[in-house]
């Protein structure tokens, strides 16, 4: 492979690597370069190691080829290689420094963490907050779907980098990669008019589309089905860029950074094109994001509008409880979905079958995912509702409370 001909590692042409992961087409020509991709390439590889033999011994190839250029020997080679991938314009040396090691994640209470603890390190600076929230907020529902769909018994493994290109435009990417089932056959039990994989992972991304429920409802008490939803209004709205690999197919979604031009979603071809499980890949130019708190209610009413209304009384109340409401601070049960689960069956919903007050305190939270406050929320608001008993809630920053409204809004919905 000559400069000028394009390497099988960039997000706008991952057929190549998918390809030959997936068991489609050749082994890429000159492995080393793969050692100088970014980590969503190696994170593809490396969840797909244990399931193809082939791509296991590759995996060794390449580690030792990027060795052995590490040594005098291969001096010629190895400025031949960051010439190729200068010129390319892709990337520059600075990027080789810039890796964070793949993490695995098989466990629901790890999701919080891991996700906290990686966009920490990724965007640490005070000023860009709004990136780093955005960041994590992918990384907790990328890694609970993992969790709970893929049925792959390692987990989830997670992984991120920090690009510096051409005019110093940063960009962050993360990628979490499972070997499970695939997304078309998730869904393919209560979604049968989504048999073909390119319809089931396009389905996917509409709010309220579950494999945990059926069309035309709007969650159970785990899932809303708004996690790719989300994720997928988050490219748009930022110039990001999201690529999901899943069994049977593959799609690329780019969002505009001007504002004004449409995102594109393109599928893969050829037809077919997939991953042996579920791989995605989100990119956001760091800085993009400058208003969180707004993204979350722009991506709210996209939501909204999408979603069958019913409620008009509001059964979520934002001003002061009666003194007498049993309080609970959620702050310590963040974003893990079976403390949630259980705070409602154990305490919520006994109260307000007994028609009790009850009063959750949001403080020091200024990032909740939607399905996280789904399992929180939805079946106590429907009982609340039913029951005509008020929830009270305090301490809500403006991200959580449009995430709030949401819920309300559908939870009553169907
Ligand atoms: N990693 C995965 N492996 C298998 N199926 C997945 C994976 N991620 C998502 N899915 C499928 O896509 C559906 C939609 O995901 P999402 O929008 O996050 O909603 P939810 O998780 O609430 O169901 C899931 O219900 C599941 O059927
Ligand atoms: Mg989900």
Redesign the pocket.
Known sequence: MSPGQPLPLSLEDPAPLLRWLDGTGPEPERLEFLALARNWVHTAIAKTRRIRPEVDEAWGRMLQLARDIATPEHQETRSALLQHLMADGRLTVDDLAHKWIDQLVSDITQVESVSRTLAERLVPQEELEDTRHTIRYVLV??L???V?????PRG?LVSADLSVFEGNRQMVQVT?A?A????P???RTLHPSAANPRVALER??W?H?????EEGLT?TA??????????AEMAKLTGGTLLIA?RGATLVLTGSSDGISAPTLRFIDPQGTGYP??L?VFELPVGSVVDYPELIETIKDRAKARTPQRATHRWLRFDPAPAAAAAFEIRSRAEDTAKATALARDELVPRIVRREPVLLDFAGLDIVTQ?YL?SLLYEPLRLAWALRTPIYVTNVAPAVRSTLDLLENYALAG
């Open positions: 529902e990328l609970r779907n993992t709970q769909h893929s049925l792959d989830g979490v499972d499970g089932i695939g997304i056959e998730s869904l996917a991304l709010p589309i579950s494999g945990t429920f969650g785990q899932n809303a089905g708004m996690g790719l939803f989300f994720i899943t499980g579920t995605v399905s789904h």
